[in-house]
C-alpha cells in the first residue's frame, strides 16, 4: 500500500487547507457515499497534528500524507493515487491495484 502524490494535489493542499511544513494530513475511510473499491464509504482527509501508529505514509515537500492501522482495511490491495482535478479544482482519487 502506498500515497502517490501529484505535485497539482500537493499545489492545491497548500494553497486550500490551512496547512504548512511539518504538517501532517491522514487519509481514512468515511461511512457514506462510495468510491471504487467499497459501497457506502468514501474516503476523506483529515489535518492532524502528528502521525500515529502508520501503515504507510509519504513526506512531499515537507508535508507527511499518511494511513493510520484503522484505516488499512480500506486500502487493503491498493494503492491510492492523489491527484487534482482541474474541471472541479479539487483533489481527486484513484485506487491502483498493489502489483
Same mark, same amino acid.
Given at each position: 500500500?502506498? +500515497?502517490? =502524490? $501529484?505535485d497539482d494535489? &500537493?499545489?492545491? *493542499?497548500?494553497e @486550500?487547507v490551512?496547512i504548512?511544513?511539518?504538517? %501532517? +494530513?491522514? *487519509?481514512?475511510?468515511? %461511512?457514506?457515499? @462510495? $468510491?471504487? +473499491?467499497?459501497?457506502g464509504?468514501s474516503?476523506a *482527509?483529515?489535518v492532524?497534528?502528528?502521525m500515529?501508529?502508520?501503515?504507510?505514509?509519504?513526506?512531499?515537500?515537507?508535508i507527511t500524507?499518511? =494511513?493510520?492501522?484503522?484505516d488499512?482495511? %480500506? *486500502?487493503?490491495?491498493?494503492? &491510492? &493515487?492523489?491527484?487534482y482535478?482541474? @474541471? &472541479? @479544482?479539487?483533489v $481527486?482519487?484513484? %485506487?491502483?491495484?498493489?502489483e
Amino acid at each position: 500500500m502506498e +500515497i502517490k =502524490i $501529484s505535485d497539482d494535489a &500537493l499545489k492545491w *493542499f497548500k494553497e @486550500e487547507v490551512d496547512i504548512g511544513e511539518d504538517n %501532517y +494530513i491522514k *487519509f481514512q475511510a468515511k %461511512y457514506g457515499g @462510495e $468510491s471504487e +473499491i467499497h459501497q457506502g464509504f468514501s474516503l476523506a *482527509f483529515e489535518v492532524d497534528g502528528k502521525m500515529e501508529d502508520p501503515v504507510t505514509s509519504v513526506d512531499k515537500d515537507g508535508i507527511t500524507f499518511f =494511513i493510520d492501522a484503522n484505516d488499512a482495511w %480500506y *486500502f487493503d490491495g491498493y494503492n &491510492l &493515487l492523489v491527484n487534482y482535478d482541474e @474541471e &472541479l @479544482e479539487e483533489v $481527486s482519487y484513484k %485506487y491502483e491495484k498493489e502489483e
